[in-house]
């Protein structure tokens, strides 16, 4: 990026979130497949600051621990019993000093100057871990915008339809030049009439804001040290304040509530979704499709309604992808289609097919041409180049050679209650409709099996393998056993037209038939 790197971003993230009514604070809830504040960070990222700042107190130890999780570098300041934006504020800079210092000492002192380097200075940008569609692109504009007037203090804001709720720029009638921001809570009903808002993120030159800070009081409505405070107390002191008024005001909404979190996860994915329509993508209902942030497609990928692509899913050139289907950290290539599905850590190789309906668990790796069709469920299962496996089967820990054919309804069994087992399976296998592979075992290249075969032991290259017991007809037992039934009146009708029954089974024989029939047989 082009513009003037600031010395630091300060991203506030301590305030408790109350109006989310959530277990999990604010800035952890997600939208786009990111936290709200690694939105702020990745935005804060694209300006390479010295340095970034998140300021931490409500639920310190899970946001810190999502921080050190997503950006292991960005420092943490901890908001002390002072509540407020301007204490907030006030907290980061003293862990910014402390790093300053701390970076002196470990140069080996203050080198050529006098004196240590106590303290940060430069452009300090502060933002709010709640506003998760400012990107870089506007934060890098407002720097240069802060920049080129050669401001003390700059400040975001918008005009929206309903101000309700946000602090107020006052301006100056006759210069325009801005005088304060007043809070919400403490404006007049003139003052309330404003409809230009602050949209709580600034640019500060350190020095000034470190003084400003200084005077900031508690003397308001909430009882709170006000960051808003410091533009009237900059102005005074003679420094230049200006504002940015965004191009979009839409963009700087913040998230308070979960309204808030559902309007800004559908005007961002909308911002995604045109994104990737520009670069060539097809996507035939954007308003039923949804993309999280990390998400690549490439150009002449077709995407049809009611798609979810999560995670850090990738999808190659030609491939369709929906109607209905949620892949979550899934690759599907080239040529690839996946109809009516879900899948999460799975790997779908060019040309492959998959569903519909059918559920890609982790594990599953799906070879070039190959196939899962209909209700089909894999896991921790590769399948190899041109292999299928087309209906009704669960496929898992298992590897499948190359150009082998699972028969429709096959069971891999890998679970003995205890332990889980894996089955190794040939190239150009051909395994029988209704088969139950039970594992670990090993079926060599080009082995056939039966249909209904229970494989319990390996089976060598090239052999058939066949268990199922020889098939027996009992001759009239229908009309016999079930007398009057439909079933006994369709039989009598086939008799008519193809000639009488023969063939009455012996009694003992048809004894031991009926009570399977009946369901009570002993086998
Ligand atoms: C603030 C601004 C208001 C602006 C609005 C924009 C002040 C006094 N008011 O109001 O002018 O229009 O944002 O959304 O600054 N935070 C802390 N420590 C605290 C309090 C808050 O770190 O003691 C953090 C919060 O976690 C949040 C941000 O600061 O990320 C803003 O706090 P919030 O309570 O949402 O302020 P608003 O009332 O929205
Ligand atoms: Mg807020």
Wanted: proline letters at 4%.
């Amino acid at each position: 990026m082009s513009h003037a790197k600031p010395a630091a971003v300060m991203i506030l993230a301590a305030g408790a979130g109350t109006r989310m009514k959530s277990a999990t604070p604010k800035v952890l809830h997600e939208i786009s497949g990111r936290s709200l504040l690694q939105h702020a960070l990745v935005a804060a990222a694209a300006l390479e600051p010295g340095r970034t700042v998140v300021v931490v107190r409500h639920d310190r130890e899970r946001v810190a621990a999502h921080v050190a999780q997503i950006a292991p570098h960005v420092l943490l300041a901890d908001q002390d019993d002072v509540p407020g934006t301007g204490r907030a504020v006030f907290c980061g800079i003293s862990a910014l000093d402390a790093t300053a210092i701390a970076a002196q000492v470990a140069n080996g002192g203050a080198g050529n100057n006098s004196v240590l380097d106590t303290q940060i200075d430069g452009a300090i940008v502060v933002t709010s871990g709640d506003v998760p569609l400012v990107d870089g692109e506007l934060l890098g504009s407002f720097v240069d915008a802060h920049n080129t007037a050669g401001n003390a203090v700059s400040v975001l804001t918008a005009r929206v339809g309903d101000p309700t709720g946000y602090g107020r720029i006052v301006r100056d009638d006759s210069t325009g030049e801005v005088l304060a921001i007043v809070e919400h809570k403490d404006a007049n009903p003139a003052e309330r009439g404003i409809d230009e808002i602050n949209s709580g993120i600034y640019i500060f030159d350190a020095a000034a804001l470190r003084a400003s800070l200084a005077r900031v009081g508690t003397d308001n409505s909430q009882g709170e040290m006000y960051l808003t405070d410091v533009i009237a107390i900059a102005r005074e002191d003679g420094g230049r304040v200006g504002a940015m008024i965004a191009p979009d005001a839409s963009a700087v909404e913040g998230v308070n509530d979960r309204v808030h979190l559902a309007a800004a996860a559908s005007a961002l994915n909308r911002r995604i979704v045109e994104g990737w329509m520009r670069e060539g993508v097809t996507i035939q209902d954007p308003a039923t499709t949804w993309i999280d942030s990390d998400v690549a497609l490439s150009a002449d990928v077709t995407i049809l309604p009611g798609t979810q692509l999560k995670g850090a899913t990738t999808v190659a050139t030609g491939a369709v992808v929906g109607p209905d289907t949620t892949l979550t950290d899934v690759e599907v290539g080239a040529g690839a289609t996946v109809l009516r599905s879900h899948g999460s850590l799975a790997v779908i190789a060019a040309g492959a097919v998959v569903g519909p309906f059918s559920y890609l668990r982790p594990g599953t790796e799906l070879g070039v041409d190959g196939k899962i069709g209909a209700f089909v469920e894999t896991k921790n299962a590769k399948i190899g180049a041109g292999s299928k496996v087309p209906h009704l089967s669960y496929v898992g820990d298992a590897t499948v050679g190359e150009g082998t054919n699972i028969g429709a309804a096959t069971i891999f069994v890998n679970y003995d209650g205890v332990n889980k087992h894996h089955a190794h399976v040939g190239n150009h296998v051909r395994i029988g409709s209704d088969n139950t592979l039970i594992a670990p075992l090993t079926i060599g290249d080009g082995a056939y099996s039966g249909a209904g075969t229970t494989i319990r032991h390996d089976v060598p290259a090239g052999a058939l393998a066949i268990n199922s017991s020889p098939q027996q007809n009992i001759e009239g037992w229908v009309q016999r056993r079930r007398p009057g039934s439909s079933s006994a009146e369709a039989a009598a009708r086939a008799a008519e037209t193809d000639g009488p029954l023969d063939g009455l089974s012996s009694g003992a024989q048809e004894e031991r038939a009926s009570a399977a029939a009946d369901n009570k047989g002993e086998e």
